[in-house]
């Protein structure tokens, strides 16, 4: 549901591309770690996702399944609530294990939160947390790369920007671009260094996506990688 909605809300909302290096594919049983920069880029990545055939399993903020009907919906969905700085985190853990396990692409956000930063321009990702290192380090699954820019056109800032950002978007209809990755094996990764080559490979896919809309695209992180193919076209 979460997906079909996504699909059908985000084009009202801004124009969105998608495009994927040539080795990237999202096989059964894959973790995909996408950049949050935005309250509105779960929609677009969904969305970018859908077109792509794939309606994955998301772990997300366990506020959510407070909000009456859309608890429900996520439970019914087999989406993964995310307890933070709870006695319950590593149950999320557990929850994308199994999805995993049922052949399921489980949508994890390296970063953990949103950046605190309330101008609108595109930086690169934030540091991970160890969560989708010690996911690899249980399941083994492939990792795939995801990097979306954009979203912070539609919302960003304090919270009266962030609902005039929203209401407006239907008529500026920003662009968005969200970029997959080839897939990368964390499992063949020295353990200590996991996080930071996943932080690495979304930066690099960020980046592209980033280049794709003309934005300047600033942070540390690795350089611009070559053209893409567009599975879109």
């Known amino acids: 549901m979460l997906s079909r909605l996504a699909d059908v809300?985000?084009?009202a909302f801004g124009r969105l591309t998608v495009t994927a290096d040539p080795g990237a594919a999202l096989a059964p049983?894959?973790?995909?770690?996408?950049?949050h920069s935005s309250l509105a880029d779960p929609a677009i990545v969904l969305a970018a996702l859908r077109r792509?055939?794939?309606?994955?399993?998301?772990?997300?903020?366990?506020?959510?399944?407070?909000?009456?009907?859309?608890?429900?919906?996520?439970?019914?969905?087999g989406h993964v609530p995310v307890h933070r700085r709870d006695r319950r985190a590593a149950d999320s853990l557990t929850g994308a294990a199994r999805a995993?396990?049922?052949?399921?692409?489980?949508?994890?956000y390296g970063e953990g939160g949103l950046p605190r930063r309330r101008d609108a321009a595109e930086a690169a990702p934030?540091?991970?947390?160890?969560?989708?290192?010690?996911?690899?380090?249980?399941?083994?699954?492939?990792?795939?790369?995801?990097?979306?820019a954009g979203a912070r056109r539609i919302t960003s800032g304090s919270r009266t920007k962030q609902l005039a950002g929203l209401?407006?978007?239907?008529?500026?209809?920003?662009?968005?671009?969200?970029?997959?990755?080839?897939?990368?094996d964390l499992s063949e990764v020295d353990c200590?260094?996991?996080?930071?080559?996943?932080?690495?490979a979304v930066t690099a896919a960020w980046r592209t996506a980033a280049a794709r809309l003309g934005e300047k695209s600033t942070g540390p992180g690795p350089k611009l990688p070559g053209p893409s193919a567009d599975p879109t076209a």
Do not use: C, K, M, Y
């Open 167 to 184: 209401f407006s978007a239907p008529l500026r209809r920003p662009r968005l671009h969200v970029h997959v990755g080839a897939p990368v």
């Open 9 to 11: 809300l985000v084009p």
């Open 29 to 35: 049983g894959s973790v995909v770690v996408a950049n």
């Open 52 to 77: 792509l055939d794939v309606e994955p399993v998301v772990l997300a903020t366990a506020g959510l399944w407070s909000v009456p009907l859309l608890g429900r919906a996520l439970t019914r969905e």
């Open 126 to 148: 934030e540091a991970f947390r160890s969560g989708l290192a010690r996911l690899v380090e249980r399941t083994g699954a492939p990792v795939v790369p995801l990097g979306q």
């Open 192 to 200: 200590s260094r996991r996080t930071a080559h996943a932080h690495h």
């Open 100 to 108: 995993l396990e049922r052949g399921r692409v489980v949508l994890i």
